[in-house]
């Protein structure tokens, strides 16, 4: 008998680098190499401060539950740290801990879309916008990020051209899954005349934020007049190689932040308590870990794209930002006779053991489409192991 399940869930879409990556798995436990560059995962350990004082936290006693909206001193550190880097005016009340920082795109749409309403976001993206948007009624309108001069850009004309009297929402993702791409200065300035012209709220998602190698990071959300129309995706996963601990916060005005720490309740009661009190001290102790995870990335980064230009049909720019490249291989495909992005992956996969997403993984292709892209993450991999595959994925290309 099969299970009758509710009819919305022919909206919810997933994250298809996690099948990826269970595809990997599946291969590698057959005896084979596995070259993993498919999901944002990170093989870097966790500063061991953090580790320490979670530990510590935990025989302390700190394994009840806690305040739904996160432990005071963390949300107070966390609204100062931001603050820091964003040149914004955050409190305490400003910010809610969640359970990682994907569990606050959720709830951005729970508290912040009627069912109809248009929601702007990026194609290619993080899939789980495209899922949470259609999940919950509302009408996902994609806008483009395609290839400028030195790196991927969003094509700002067409995001002014698809609002509409029922666009109430952006997703901006700036620092970029999967493209790497940053807006610049004046992007983010015109963005946020948008927002405030046609009176759109905006989720910030920061996943990236301090995942940068040179100069600073900028959010819409410091700009006047900002704060109040963005709510931010915070998350402890990349910056403090913490992704399987799951800890994040949304950040943002007064009430909305209500709304949230309330869903939390509804949710998950509150986000671990003992890890609360880690990320306090990843936040205010020592940061040569944290330092030396951009310095590994930074490193893998540059032997990544070094080797994917040299191969015969594949274009990749270096992104100053994220773990994530996102080559073009639109030649690479035609010379192995291959326009599926499946049968390229698979392929590929099943000959040399490197894995990687493609642009199917990030939402659905828009009409007149004509590149092919993979996606490669270089968080879960050593330089040593991106020679290696990455030697092995040219010969494939190029025979
Ligand atoms: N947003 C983006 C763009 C991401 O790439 C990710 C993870 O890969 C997340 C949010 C969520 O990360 P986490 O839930 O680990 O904080």
């Known amino acids: 008998m099969t299970t009758k399940l509710a009819q919305r869930l022919s909206r919810l879409g997933t994250e298809t680098a996690f099948a990826v990556s269970a595809e990997a798995a599946a291969h590698a436990a057959k005896g084979n190499k596995i070259y993993p560059f498919?999901?944002?995962?990170?093989?870097?350990?966790?500063?061991?401060?953090?580790?320490?004082?979670?530990?510590?936290?935990?025989?302390?006693?700190?394994?009840?539950?806690?305040?739904?909206?996160?432990?005071?001193?963390?949300?107070?550190?966390?609204?100062?740290?931001?603050?820091?880097?964003?040149?914004?005016?955050?409190?305490?009340?400003?910010?809610?801990?969640?359970?990682?920082?994907?569990?606050?795109?959720?709830?951005?749409?729970?508290?912040?879309?009627?069912?109809?309403?248009?929601?702007?976001?990026?194609?290619?993206?993080?899939?789980?916008?495209?899922?949470?948007?259609?999940?919950?009624?509302?009408?996902?309108?994609?806008?483009?990020?395609?290839?400028?001069?030195?790196?991927?850009?969003?094509?700002?004309?067409?995001?002014?051209?698809?609002?509409?009297?029922?666009?109430?929402?952006?997703?901006?993702?700036?620092?970029?899954?999967?493209?790497?791409?940053?807006?610049?200065?004046?992007?983010?300035?015109?963005?946020?005349?948008?927002?405030?012209?046609?009176?759109?709220?905006?989720?910030?998602?920061?996943?990236?934020?301090?995942?940068?190698?040179?100069?600073?990071?900028?959010?819409?959300?410091?700009?006047?007049?900002?704060?109040?129309?963005?709510?931010?995706?915070?998350?402890?996963?990349?910056?403090?190689?913490m992704t399987g601990w799951r800890l994040g916060a949304a950040v943002g005005p007064e009430d909305l932040i209500d709304t949230i720490a309330k869903l939390n309740v509804n949710d998950e009661s509150c986000s671990n308590h003992f890890i609360q009190y880690g990320a306090i001290e990843g936040l205010t102790g020592d940061q040569s870990e944290p330092k030396e995870i951009l310095r590994v990335l930074k490193q893998r980064r540059d032997k990544a794209v070094d080797l994917l230009n040299d191969i015969e049909g594949i274009r990749c720019f270096k992104p100053n930002a994220t773990f994530y490249l996102f080559p073009n291989a639109t030649a690479a495909m035609k010379n192995k006779g291959i326009t599926d992005y499946e049968q390229f992956r698979k392929t590929a996969l099943a000959e040399t053991g490197v894995s990687f997403c493609t642009r199917r993984h990030f939402g659905r292709p828009l009409p007149g489409e004509t590149e092919l892209y993979i996606r490669l993450a270089y968080s879960g991999i050593d330089v040593g192991e991106i020679e290696e595959g990455l030697a092995l994925f040219k010969q494939f290309v190029e025979r």
């Open 38 to 241: 498919h999901l944002g995962d990170m093989n870097i350990p966790t500063p061991g401060n953090i580790v320490e004082a979670t530990i510590r936290a935990m025989k302390d006693g700190k394994t009840g539950y806690c305040p739904n909206y996160g432990i005071p001193r963390l949300r107070e550190i966390l609204a100062e740290d931001i603050n820091r880097s964003h040149g914004t005016d955050y409190a305490m009340e400003n910010v809610a801990i969640q359970p990682g920082g994907k569990p606050v795109i959720n709830k951005f749409f729970l508290a912040m879309m009627n069912p109809g309403d248009e929601v702007l976001y990026p194609s290619p993206g993080y899939p789980i916008y495209e899922s949470q948007i259609e999940f919950h009624d509302g009408v996902a309108v994609p806008y483009r990020y395609v290839e400028g001069e030195n790196n991927f850009e969003f094509v700002l004309g067409e995001i002014e051209e698809a609002i509409t009297p029922k666009t109430r929402l952006l997703v901006l993702n700036d620092l970029q899954n999967p493209t790497g791409a940053e807006c610049s200065e004046r992007q983010l300035q015109k963005v946020a005349e948008l927002a405030q012209k046609y009176d759109l709220f905006v989720l910030c998602d920061e996943a990236y934020f301090d995942i940068r190698y040179e100069g600073r990071s900028k959010s819409l959300a410091s700009l006047p007049g900002m704060a109040e129309r963005c709510l931010i995706l915070y998350t402890f996963s990349k910056r403090f190689a």
